[in-house]
């Protein structure tokens, strides 16, 4: 069974930083691209970032980019997050997900779903 299990979450001060990981399980995603998605109390999931299965390619919503990075690691079928630089308005769950091109993660089409962790930033 295909698995994906988010780390990392917590609550931060603002200005602050903080590192997700995802962990797969079940199978090999090394060719296919993964992402973080978000979802704010009362809102809809909405993308955060992206990155093909070479990690040669990444893409950022525009509210985090030049805040966040986007990594990965094929040999632990790891896929990382690093937050920097935390708005108040980062607070939300974060799930990752699998998709087959850093455009499709982007649609937030995607077969497998983590299960999300809670990211906190206080003002």
């Known amino acids: 069974q295909v698995q994906l299990v988010e780390s990392g979450g917590g609550l931060v001060q603002a200005g602050g930083s903080l590192g997700l990981s995802c962990a797969a399980s079940?199978?090999?995603?090394?060719?296919?691209?993964m992402g973080w998605f978000r979802q704010a109390p009362g809102k809809e999931r909405e993308f955060v970032a992206a990155?093909?299965?070479?990690?040669?390619?990444?893409d950022y919503a525009d509210s985090v980019k030049g805040r966040f990075i986007i990594s990965r690691n094929n040999a632990k079928n790891t896929v990382y997050l690093q937050m920097n630089s935390l708005k108040p308005e980062d607070t939300a769950v974060y799930y990752c997900?699998?998709?087959?091109?850093?455009?499709?993660?982007?649609?937030?089409?995607?077969?497998?779903w983590g299960q999300g962790t809670q990211v906190t930033v206080s003002s």
């Open positions: 997900l699998v998709s087959l091109t850093p455009r499709t993660v982007k649609l937030g089409n995607a077969a497998t």
């Open positions: 079940g199978r090999t995603f090394s060719s296919y691209a």
């Open positions: 990155i093909d299965w070479s990690g040669g390619t990444t």
